[in-house]
Nanobody, 114 residues
Framework: QVQLVESGGDLVQPGGSLRLSCAAS???????VSWYRQAPGQQRDLVAH???????HYVDSVKGRFTISRDNAKNTVYLQMNSLKPEDTAVYYC?????????WGQGTQVTVSS
């Protein structure tokens, strides 16, 4: 089992950038790791995921603006977010999954506002 801790959330102006980190307590080399986000009153939605071999997937609303990457040596997955928009405001969560096992982090707040 791994525990996940997200960090990097902040208040940023529209058009700005942030890099979120998802640090695991152990190796996540063979896990699919995903970033989700949840805005107030909304459901938690997938943003992007990265497989154990580095294949990536993004939802349409973030394609070309967000980049997910992983550093297995550091047991960390990143979400680089550029050209941020007010509608990106949400709590961002990471999830690690392998087979029937999955683990969620506690989330980090991203607020995009002028």
């Amino acid at each position: 089992q791994v525990q996940l801790v997200e960090s990097g959330g902040d208040l940023v102006q529209p058009g700005g950038s942030l890099r979120l980190s998802c640090a695991a307590s152990g190796s996540i080399r063979f896990y699919i790791v995903s970033w989700y986000r949840q805005a107030p009153g909304q459901q938690r939605d997938l943003v992007a995921h990265i497989t154990s071999v580095g294949s990536t997937h993004y939802v349409d609303s973030v394609k070309g603006r967000f980049t997910i990457s992983r550093d297995n040596a550091k047991n960390t997955v990143y979400l680089q977010m550029n050209s941020l928009k007010p509608e990106d405001t949400a709590v961002y969560y990471c999830k690690a999954a392998r087979g029937n096992y999955l683990s969620w982090g506690q989330g980090t707040q991203v607020t995009v506002s002028s």
